[in-house]
């Protein structure tokens, strides 16, 4: 039984925090899959570079130690060696600037006709969702407010400090634009899954574009202090198939656009 739990949340994607989690958590979207790509490449020739220095540093205390080597070698410098290590140096870099790059462009680009538009617009502390393209006229659309749950009326399953009485209804596989502003003082939307922080700033509207890749249940907290309550200030993203989000959407909006 054991190993069968222990195989099950070993496949399982992980698409929220865990106790003692080192690596990111799985990707959800082609930008969170190039950042944790870039950051495998990455990791494993720093790995190829800590060898090569411990072997150098093991070989140089080893082969000159004081007593196998009690009257050291004179040398006042090493044209080559001096050579060596300064363009080396310089061109690792260069190999890790250039796919950083590519990736970070990548993120900026904003889809220029997305599928659905959401405007997040963050409070102290709770969070308001409005599905600009399903607005009833100028000046009514489809809103509800997203609180985080309290401990104490938190169901068995459910995440301490992540799980939302309301949660964000995606589409999966579909281009979506994430408006972010704040009501009050600066705040931050960010899930990790989706490979997204995006900064509220008072005054402005920041965007982004994501396209979740597969159905979940994704979850994210507000990455910018706001406050006392900052901690409350939860994210949750469900993507669901493209067939059910009608359905889901309706029953989640119309009832609480009818209260406003």
Request: glycine residues 4%.
């Amino acid at each position: 039984m054991i190993v069968l739990e222990w195989l099950f949340l070993t496949i399982a994607p992980c698409d929220a925090a865990e106790p003692w989690q080192l690596g990111s958590q799985d990707a959800a979207t082609p930008m969170m899959q190039g950042i944790t790509d870039l950051h495998h490449d990455i990791f494993f020739f720093l790995i190829l570079i800590l060898v090569f220095v411990s072997r150098i540093l093991v070989r140089a205390l080893w082969h000159f130690h004081y007593q196998k080597n009690p009257i050291p070698q004179r040398i006042v410098h090493g044209t080559t060696i001096e050579i060596l290590r300064t363009i080396f140096p310089s061109i690792i870099p260069m190999f890790i600037a250039i796919p950083s790059f590519a990736l970070l462009y990548s993120m900026d680009e904003v889809v220029v006709d997305p599928a659905i538009t959401i405007k997040a617009i963050g409070h102290q502390w709770y969070r308001t969702y409005e599905y600009s393209d399903y607005n009833s006229s100028d000046e009514q659309s489809l809103t509800f407010d997203s609180y985080t749950i309290p401990e104490d009326d938190l169901e068995f399953g459910q995440s301490r400090l992540l799980e939302v009485d309301n949660r964000v209804v995606v589409p999966a596989k579909t281009h979506l634009r994430i408006i972010v502003t704040p009501a009050d003082v600066p705040h931050s939307w960010a899930v990790p899954s989706s490979g997204v922080k995006c900064d509220a700033v008072p005054g402005r509207l920041n965007q982004i574009s994501i396209s979740v890749q597969r159905e979940g249940v994704y979850y994210g907290q507000c990455s910018e202090i706001c406050g006392t309550n900052h901690a409350f200030l939860s994210i949750v993203v469900e993507a669901v198939p493209r067939k059910d989000y009608g359905s889901r959407v309706s029953n989640q909006l119309i009832p609480q656009t009818g209260e406003a």
